[in-house]
């Protein structure tokens, strides 16, 4: 599949996907929405592919925000429609992805940008990072589950200085502040991702998937997540990739797992 947007590479069980707009800092433009919702669904169905990597190309931006010309002269319901569409295509889609998605950022993570990150598993960023919630200075508030994420990911009083202060925070302060899991330099940044990736590769890819679902079952306020727990815990034990582990550890050897 070809995309406009944004590019595509596969090596070694990864998927990297970059979205591909420099001149604009890579900012999420509708197209670009939907192309990386197909290029996802795509990976969902490909066995080889054991996670994703998102990335932005040039070393100046991961993504710099939603595409401000676009929603320039939205009404109240385009708006809305807009932040329901990106929850619903991306954002939620990304959190609940069967498989882990890592954010490398490369540069800024502003508004819809910082958004994309955080719905991601893990994130890594580069050492000229720069990360913020910018919208208030827009006339606007973060719409792509940035008010409610940034909040589970460095608490609720550092989530309210950076979204109504508008401010960036570099890598460093990202790191200390709980946003980030790795600061490292631009060179290494796709080595770092990759090398996370190698070992996500040898867990079972059944309960890699079952793991993100009772983690994210937790902060789903209709679930219970420790009723979810105990529920796919059982359910693990009906799997081969259970009985292959288990019998692999007992006969000292490494397992052989199929996702099963
Ligand atoms: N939407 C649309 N276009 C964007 C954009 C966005 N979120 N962010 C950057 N761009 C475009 C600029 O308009 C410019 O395009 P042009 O050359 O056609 O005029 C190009 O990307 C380069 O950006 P520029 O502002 O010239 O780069 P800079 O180095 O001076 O500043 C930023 C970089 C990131 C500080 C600045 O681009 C910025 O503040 N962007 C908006 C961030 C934001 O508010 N995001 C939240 C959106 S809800």
């Known amino acids: 599949m070809t995309f406009e947007n944004i590019l595509t590479s596969f090596e070694d069980k990864v998927l990297t996907i970059t979205l591909n707009r420099p001149e604009k800092l890579n900012a999420l433009n509708a197209k670009t929405i939907e192309e990386l919702h197909e290029a996802l669904i795509e990976a969902e169905n490909n066995k080889e592919i054991r996670a994703v990597i998102l990335t932005g190309s040039g070393n100046k931006s991961f993504v710099a925000g939603a595409d401000i010309a676009e929603f320039a002269n939205f ?7 807009l932040a329901a569409t990106g929850h619903f295509k991306i954002f939620n889609f990304i959190e ?3 498989k882990p998605v890592i954010a490398a950022i490369n540069g ?3 508004g819809g940008g910082l958004e994309l990150a955080m719905c991601c598993h893990i994130r890594v960023a580069s050492e000229n990072a720069k990360m913020g919630l910018p919208e208030t200075s827009l ?6 589950g940035g008010t409610q994420r940034l909040a ?12 109504v202060t508008a401010d960036m925070l570099n890598a460093q302060d990202a790191y200390k502040w709980g946003l980030v899991n790795y600061v490292v330099t631009s060179e290494d940044l796709l080595t770092k991702c990759k090398e996370i990736v190698s070992k996500i ?8 998937k079952t793991a993100i679902r009772v983690i994210n079952a937790g902060y789903n306020h209709h679930l219970n997540g420790f009723d979810v727990e105990i529920e796919e815990f ?6 081969h990739d259970f009985k292959e582990g288990v019998k692999a550890f007992l006969e000292k050897r490494k397992p052989t797992f199929n996702g099963n």
């Open 234 to 239: 059982g359910k693990m034990f009906g799997t």
């Open 96 to 98: 609940n992805y069967s």
């Open 75 to 81: 009404s109240v319901a385009q708006g809305k429609q």
């Open 139 to 144: 006339g606007v508030i973060p719409g792509y």
């Open 108 to 110: 800024f993570a502003l």
């Open 201 to 208: 590769a040898l867990r079972s890819p059944v309960a890699v």
């Open 152 to 163: 589970q990911l460095v608490g609720k009083g550092k989530a309210f200085e950076m979204i």
